[in-house]
């Protein structure tokens, strides 16, 4: 049985379902455990929307009274994205250790004030840029905050390519191979997320070479299928499964209080 390790309620603002519905989807679809991993609560809105953090205890309310009732474990978790600016750092250093997170995701979802993945001006922003240096830029700032140890696991771990865009294949192993020993130096998992495959990409994040080169490292990974609704859990879970057993994967994580754990991968997924 798979776990579940990213998914989103109402109060990130793009999002629906309760988490009472997640949970009964989780059950129906067979998966072991799920982790709700709302985008960390912040005042300043510039990079998207979050809840605020006046907010937060009723996201932790809203988890408990889910977690009560559930048929299945269920954890409680943030997505937390990096941005190098000293105020966030200070902000993460103090908050993020002092909260009882089962999984702590990181996230980089914009370089330098560019969200990437987003349409409009941003997405015609790759038309003109030099595609391996913003992939350069994006992998430096993940292993920026695989060295600042507050996170457990890497979200989405190639999202540059979310658009279609991707550097030449040679060149992505020398982009990439820095920030996973990275990643494997501060004893962080990476993501399965499956939500790639209905991203303009069509394909699950990370790519099939990215993953054989953490399997290489030892850096576990996790399954996640960014869901935004109760009908996306679980979402091609049997693909992402194939997708790691391919890269040579046995293993994946369990999560209890920020403390990691390896169990075998299932002979087989099937999504209910």
């Not at 699950?204 to 609704?229: C, N």
């Amino acid at each position: 049985m798979l776990a579940d390790y990213h998914m989103h309620t109402t109060l990130c603002r793009h999002a629906h379902g309760t988490p009472e519905e997640y949970a009964a989807a989780a059950v129906r679809r067979g998966l072991a455990e799920i982790c709700f991993t709302d985008h960390v609560p912040l005042d300043d809105q510039k990079f998207g929307p979050t809840m605020l953090r006046s907010e937060f205890p009723v996201y932790q309310e809203m988890i408990a009274r889910c977690r009560a009732t559930a048929g299945l474990p269920v954890l409680f978790g943030i997505e937390a994205d990096f941005w190098p600016e000293q105020e966030f750092m200070d902000l993460f250093r103090e908050w993020l250790p002092a909260q009882p997170f089962d999984v702590v995701l990181g996230s980089v979802h914009a370089i330098r004030g560019w969200v990437y993945t987003n349409g409009g001006a941003d997405l015609e922003k790759w038309k003109t840029v030099d595609v391996a240096a913003a992939w350069q830029e994006y992998f430096d700032l993940v292993g920026q905050m695989a060295d600042t140890g507050l996170f457990d696991i890497v979200t989405h771990l190639d999202a540059p390519k979310h658009s279609g865009y991707w550097p030449p294949a040679a060149q992505i192993p020398e982009i990439v191979q820095p920030a996973l020993d990275r990643i494997a130096a501060a004893g962080m998992g990476i993501e399965l997320n499956t939500s790639g495959l209905i991203r303009p990409c069509k394909e699950i994040y990370p790519s099939l070479p990215i993953l054989v080169m953490a399997r290489e490292r030892g850096i576990p990974i996790s399954f996640g299928s960014d869901s935004h609704g109760p009908a996306d859990l679980g979402r091609y879970f049997d693909q992402a499964l194939k997708l790691a057993k391919a890269a040579g994967y046995t293993h994946c994580l369990r999560m209890r209080g920020r403390k990691k754990q390896l169990v075998p991968l299932p002979h087989d997924f099937a999504v209910a």
